[in-house]
């Protein structure tokens, strides 16, 4: 393996703003997911992956042809976008080699402060390249870790026609992060028995489980009038919006007093004034069927502010995100089996986890499509504090090369 490909593709990457707008109407949201695209599909070309295209939606999609006949085809998936709640502008990587262990001050925001009482998994790559940010900006690595993962191994079968393998599709989508990644993407486009997304943390982690998810907002309404004669006829919004928000559980439900299978509601968002607020929510718990619970819980919130000032109007409106992926992996079991026995090959310990979010894996396989997650060396997402380290990119890469063979029946 060329780990100066792998490492030079990285850092590429996350130079190119692909932070996704939720309040955007396009698709994809943000215009440098189309730039990053399109140099995925241009790298994919030059690689010698003829079919490479990106279609009308950004999505880019590629085929290294197989080389053992009857091999079932399999696919491996990336989102090019970054989470929306920090700026991923101007990314400036920061490449630590032989990295000594202790604490990573950022040089450009000393706050910032990567700190090995919260990231115990430094002490793993003690002596390995860390890339990190320079701390006013997130670093990218969910998921362009995944998208340079995939390239490489892209690279090295099309490099080594002797390593066996079936098909293998590549896609790569837009807008995971705001819950859009597979909007215009049905199965039948892969064509692949199997698929697996290449968006996980450490190495070694196989993920078969994911939150279901729920959004809701809440639209609180109150009365707006002139201060000066607010008095018996203003009705605030912001203060009501403040209750609605006290109201919500204090030791339970939230991410900040939640672990291992605990589910939550989190607000996320708030904007508006004294006429109207909005509040996003984002509700999560791994059995479905507590969702319209937690839901009922925000309309029960809604219902009591209303009854303390009337005149106000509390709207509780939710929509569907993805749901746990475990039935529909459990329809196949090859897919967690092969990539056990591929991760083991790969020189790993396989540790099999639960996902505390959701992938785009989450949608194809709720659409038919088998998608368990694989580690890519992903840590402190959606942060300034985020970083990976090279060395687990390359044991990633090397999982997925297995895992062509394993598929192949080799």
Same mark, same amino acid.
């Given at each position: 393996?060329?780990?100066?490909t792998?490492?030079?593709?990285?850092l590429r990457y996350?130079?190119i703003?692909?932070?996704?707008?939720?309040?955007?109407?396009t698709?994809?949201?943000?215009?440098?997911?189309?730039?990053l695209? /399109?140099?995925?599909?241009?790298?994919?070309?030059?690689?010698?992956l003829?079919?490479?295209i990106?279609?009308?939606?950004?999505?880019v999609?590629?085929?290294?042809p197989?080389?053992?006949p009857g091999?079932?085809?399999?696919?491996?998936?990336?989102h090019?976008?970054?989470n929306?709640?920090?700026?991923?502008?101007d990314?400036d990587?920061?490449?630590?080699?032989g990295?000594a262990?202790?604490?990573?001050?950022l040089?450009?925001?000393?706050?910032k402060?990567?700190r090995?009482k919260?990231?115990?998994?430094?002490?793993?790559v003690?002596?390995?390249?860390?890339?990190?940010?320079?701390?006013t900006?997130?670093?990218?690595?969910d998921d362009?870790?995944?998208l340079?993962?995939i390239m490489?191994?892209a690279?090295?079968?099309m490099?080594?026609p002797q390593?066996?393998?079936g098909?293998?599709?590549?896609?790569f989508?837009?807008d995971e992060e705001?819950g859009?990644g597979?909007?215009?993407?049905?199965?039948?486009?892969?064509?692949?028995?199997?698929?697996y997304?290449?968006?996980g943390a450490?190495?070694?982690?196989?993920?078969?489980?994911?939150?279901?998810a729920d959004?809701?907002t809440v639209?609180?309404?109150?009365?707006?009038?002139?201060?000066?004669?607010?008095?018996?006829?203003?009705i605030?919004?912001?203060?009501l919006a403040a209750?609605?928000?006290?109201?919500?559980?204090?030791?339970?439900l939230?991410?900040?007093?939640?672990?291992?299978?605990?589910?939550?509601? !989190?607000?996320?968002?708030?904007?508006g004034?004294?006429g109207?607020?909005?509040?996003?929510?984002l509700?999560?718990s791994?059995?479905t069927?507590?969702?319209?619970?937690?839901?009922?819980?925000?309309?029960?919130?809604a219902?009591?502010?209303?009854r303390?000032?009337?005149?106000?109007?509390?709207k509780?409106?939710?929509?569907?995100?993805?749901?746990?992926?475990?039935d529909g992996?459990?329809?196949?079991p090859r897919?967690i /089996?092969?990539?056990?026995?591929a991760?083991?090959?790969a020189?790993?310990e396989? /540790?099999?986890?639960?996902i505390?979010?959701?992938t785009d894996g989450?949608?194809l396989?709720?659409?038919?499509?088998?998608?368990?997650?694989?580690?890519?060396?992903? !840590?402190?997402? !959606?942060?300034?504090?985020e970083?990976t380290c090279?060395?687990?990119?390359e044991?990633?890469v090397?999982?997925?090369?297995?895992?062509?063979q394993?598929?192949?029946?080799?």
């Amino acid at each position: 393996m060329n780990t100066n490909t792998l490492l030079e593709r990285f850092l590429r990457y996350v130079r190119i703003d692909t932070k996704a707008d939720e309040k955007s109407t396009t698709y994809p949201s943000s215009p440098g997911q189309l730039v990053l695209g /399109k140099m995925l599909r241009d790298e994919l070309l030059a690689l010698g992956l003829k079919d490479a295209i990106q279609n009308e939606h950004g999505l880019v999609f590629a085929t290294v042809p197989g080389n053992v006949p009857g091999a079932p085809t399999i696919a491996f998936n990336a989102h090019v976008d970054t989470n929306p709640e920090n700026s991923g502008k101007d990314v400036d990587p920061q490449v630590i080699r032989g990295y000594a262990g202790g604490d990573i001050v950022l040089p450009k925001d000393p706050t910032k402060v990567i700190r090995v009482k919260d990231n115990p998994d430094l002490n793993a790559v003690i002596g390995k390249t860390v890339i990190t940010t320079d701390g006013t900006t997130l670093l990218g690595a969910d998921d362009k870790a995944g998208l340079a993962v995939i390239m490489e191994a892209a690279r090295i079968l099309m490099e080594n026609p002797q390593i066996p393998h079936g098909p293998v599709r590549i896609v790569f989508t837009c807008d995971e992060e705001i819950g859009y990644g597979v909007k215009h993407l049905e199965p039948a486009e892969i064509g692949a028995v199997v698929a697996y997304t290449l968006d996980g943390a450490a190495s070694g982690e196989i993920e078969d489980e994911t939150f279901s998810a729920d959004a809701a907002t809440v639209t609180v309404t109150g009365v707006n009038i002139h201060p000066s004669i607010g008095k018996g006829r203003m009705i605030n919004a912001v203060r009501l919006a403040a209750m609605f928000i006290d109201h919500l559980p204090q030791r339970t439900l939230s991410p900040e007093t939640t672990d291992g299978r605990n589910g939550f509601l !989190h607000p996320l968002t708030i904007e508006g004034g004294t006429g109207e607020v909005k509040i996003g929510f984002l509700l999560r718990s791994f059995d479905t069927d507590e969702l319209p619970v937690q839901a009922e819980l925000l309309r029960e919130i809604a219902r009591q502010v209303e009854r303390e000032y009337p005149g106000s109007k509390v709207k509780v409106e939710t929509r569907k995100q993805y749901r746990n992926m475990r039935d529909g992996i459990a329809k196949e079991p090859r897919a967690i /089996k092969y990539a056990e026995i591929a991760t083991k090959r790969a020189g790993l310990e396989p /540790k099999f986890k639960i996902i505390r979010g959701g992938t785009d894996g989450s949608q194809l396989t709720e659409k038919g499509l088998p998608t368990p997650n694989l580690s890519t060396g992903e !840590h402190n997402p !959606h942060s300034p504090l985020e970083w990976t380290c090279l060395e687990e990119m390359e044991a990633a890469v090397r999982v997925v090369v297995e895992l062509c063979q394993v598929w192949a029946g080799r």
